[in-house]
């Protein structure tokens, strides 16, 4: 398919929340099964939303949103996810 939108660009995978889970701004810390969506926004910057996976509720997770590293989407992706699986009220990276 190339109907690939970089500025729609959106990853979302499911993780098992270390112990303590992953802090949010509209209800504290989450823990267990949560799914995680990394997306681009306009202005460059990445937000970063959580759930409990197949929940309706999405949440922002602390510190969300943040500037793209460069080496992109996928590698801050992959570092949120890292985070979640440590736990410890895990938040966005800075």
């Known amino acids: 398919m190339s ?6 660009e959106r990853l979302v995978d499911e993780v098992k929340a270390g112990p303590g889970g992953a802090m949010t701004d ?15 926004l306009p202005d460059g910057r990445a937000a ?3 759930q ?6 999405w949440y922002t997770l602390t510190g969300s949103p943040v500037s793209l590293p460069p ?7 992959e570092q949120v996810l890292e985070r979640v699986r440590r736990g410890g009220g895990a938040e ?3």
């Not at 109907?3 to 729609?8: C, G, V």
């Not at 823990?31 to 997306?39: E, Q, Y």
């Not at 409990?52 to 509720?57: I, K, P, R, S």
């Open 26 to 40: 509209e209800v504290g810390v989450i823990t267990g099964d949560l799914t995680i969506a990394t997306s681009l």
């Open 71 to 77: 080496a992109g989407l996928a590698a801050l992706h």
């Open 48 to 50: 970063i939303t959580i």
């Open 52 to 57: 409990y996976t197949d929940a309706d509720e």
């Open 92 to 94: 966005a990276p800075r």
């Open 3 to 8: 109907d690939h939108d970089p500025q729609q």
